[in-house]
């Protein structure tokens, strides 16, 4: 009888998983690693608007029809403005796009220059004033890909 309960205990700890005994220091099977997923792309595509400040500096030089350089007008003003633009992604990293720019130029930024013309026996006034800048731009580019 002790012998048929031997035989059995003996044949449940190694025919039955997990019934049998384990070894403290036997590896245990860590878990498989989760797959990979790529962080997310950035979009360029969008309107965007925004505001800008600074400076702007101007010279003039006043020639007359003989060549001859009579005089010169230099200032420096303010300017302030904003630009709004739309850009669009196509393919993974190409980008269209297209912004207009507008600043107003601030100050008492108007030079006076008055000359005398010896070819034409007379005094002449030159002046010079700007109110104000803007441009329309087309753009057309490449980003570099995300970095995993």
């Known amino acids: 009888m002790k012998r048929l309960l031997l035989v059995s205990a003996a044949t449940i700890a190694f025919v039955v998983p997990g019934a049998g005994l384990r070894a403290a220091d036997m590896a245990v099977k860590a878990p498989p690693a989760p797959a ?45 403005g904003g630009q709004i633009g739309y850009n669009y992604q196509f393919t993974p990293n190409w980008i269209l796009g297209v912004e207009a720019f507008f600043d107003g130029i601030a100050g008492n930024n108007n030079s006076n220059l008055t000359f005398f013309v010896p070819a034409a026996g007379s005094f ?25």
Not at 124 to 148: E, I, L
């Open 124 to 148: 002449f006034q030159a002046s010079a004033k700007a109110d104000w800048v803007t441009t329309v731009a087309a753009r057309f580019g490449y980003t570099s890909p995300a970095v995993p």
């Open 36 to 80: 990979y997923v790529p962080p997310p792309s950035v979009n360029w595509t969008g309107f965007y608007i925004g505001g800008n400040i600074g400076g702007g500096a101007a010279t003039e030089t006043i020639t007359d029809v003989s060549g001859l350089t009579v005089g010169s007008l230099s200032e420096l003003s303010f300017i302030a």
